[in-house]
């Protein structure tokens, strides 16, 4: 009985996130969870996470604002602390264009040309006291996107 519980062990260990990587994962997926549940205390209904489009294109949160009767594609960005700047500076140009053509994805799939859209950005900030902030209209879509 000895050995089984040492091989369970070891397979345990081996299965540990151990490398900065898989840390960098889990505080992601941490925000993303912190941040789906933030948005639905402030109004809003989730309909999908994790969108991927085929041939590139990512959405964090597809979600409902109930208020204002919006879709929104939301990026959750989450750091351990501030002390290089916001979470929201790494959503760059590069970043956004992955992000609209996500979303532009996911409007030709709903066949609704005339529906109202925003691109949000949460925050959260795990540092000595959590914060989650929203950033409403954070980008617009260029004019060259269409769907």
């Known amino acids: ?3 089984v519980q040492s091989i369970a062990e070891v397979l345990r260990r081996l299965r540990r996130p151990n490398s ?3 840390a960098h994962i889990a505080l992601g997926n941490l ?3 912190l941040a789906a549940a933030y948005l639905q205390r402030h109004g809003h209904k989730i309909l999908h996470r994790n969108f991927r489009a085929p041939h590139g ?3 964090d949160i597809v979600c409902r604002d109930k208020r204002h009767g919006e879709l929104v594609f939301v990026e ?3 750091r ?3 002390e290089f700047g916001r979470p929201s500076d790494a959503v760059d140009e590069k970043k956004r264009s992955l992000i ?3 979303a532009m994805k996911w409007l030709r799939m709903l066949d609704m040309p005339d529906i109202t859209y925003r691109f949000d950005i949460v925050e959260v900030v795990m540092g000595p006291t959590r914060e989650i902030r929203q950033i409403e ?3 617009n879509t260029p004019d060259i996107f269409s769907f």
Do not use: D, P, Q, W
């Open 31 to 33: 925000g993303e969870n």
């Open 20 to 22: 900065g990587e898989a």
């Open 137 to 139: 209209n954070a980008f």
């Open 1 to 3: 009985m000895a050995l």
């Open 80 to 82: 351990s602390i501030e």
């Open 100 to 102: 609209i053509r996500g």
């Open 57 to 59: 294109g990512e959405v």
């Open 76 to 78: 959750v960005k989450t």
